[in-house]
């Protein structure tokens, strides 16, 4: 199993920045990839950026230039540096593994709220 906890949301006014943090804990070995997802109530859940286990990272359109993933292997956590924000990136947003034989994403966190007021 891997269990993973985000932290680190909260409130900021736009153009401000917040930093997410995931613990990753269990059969880290078996991962494949880690992301970052986000759901607004109404909505499908997206993926917002992802890390694989080479360092290869994505993002989509919408947050490129303004986040940045990465991980500290030492620490078993993972990142999300969140910069320019803007009211379109509220929502709770999840961390995820993609596991070594797996077809999707498999093990979720629980989810941190961001708000981005205007």
């Known amino acids: 199993q891997v269990q993973l906890v985000e932290s680190g949301g909260g409130s900021v006014q736009a153009g401000g920045s917040l930093r997410l943090s995931c613990a990753v804990s269990?059969?880290?070995?078996?991962?494949?990839?880690l992301g970052w997802f986000r759901q607004v109530p109404g909505k499908q859940r997206e993926l917002v950026a992802a890390?694989?286990?080479?360092?290869?990272?994505d993002y989509r359109d919408s947050v490129k230039g303004r986040f940045t993933i990465s991980r500290d292997n030492a620490k078993n956590t993972m990142y999300l540096q969140m910069n320019s924000l803007k009211p379109d990136d509220t929502a709770v947003y999840y961390c995820?593994?993609?596991?070594?034989?797996?077809?999707?994403?498999?093990?979720w966190g629980q989810g941190t709220k961001v708000t981005v007021s205007s």
């Open positions: 995820a593994a993609y596991l070594e034989g797996d077809h999707e994403y498999s093990s």
């Open positions: 269990g059969r880290i070995f078996s991962i494949n990839s």
């Open positions: 890390i694989t286990i080479g360092g290869s990272t």
